[in-house]
């Protein structure tokens, strides 16, 4: 994702909480997500972009809590 892109981003939209969302939330949304969209287990492209946006959503929105 581009830096630009990056900073417009919504990364609780990405994962699909609220933005009051508890951290075990965040973390149980974006294993749902990770599981329905890993390259393991979906072979399609979207599917790869898809997964790198969830796992950088889970990335910066977990340190939020640290």
Do not use: C, Q
Request: without cysteine; negative net charge.
């Amino acid at each position: 994702m581009a830096e630009n892109e990056w900073l417009s981003t919504d990364f609780y939209k990405v994962l699909g909480v609220s933005k009051d969302a508890s951290a075990d939330d965040i973390k149980k949304a974006y294993r749902k997500l990770a599981r329905k969209y890993h390259p393991d287990v979906n072979k399609t492209k979207e599917a790869e972009e898809k997964f790198k946006d969830i796992s950088e959503a889970y990335d910066v929105l977990s340190k939020k809590e640290d």
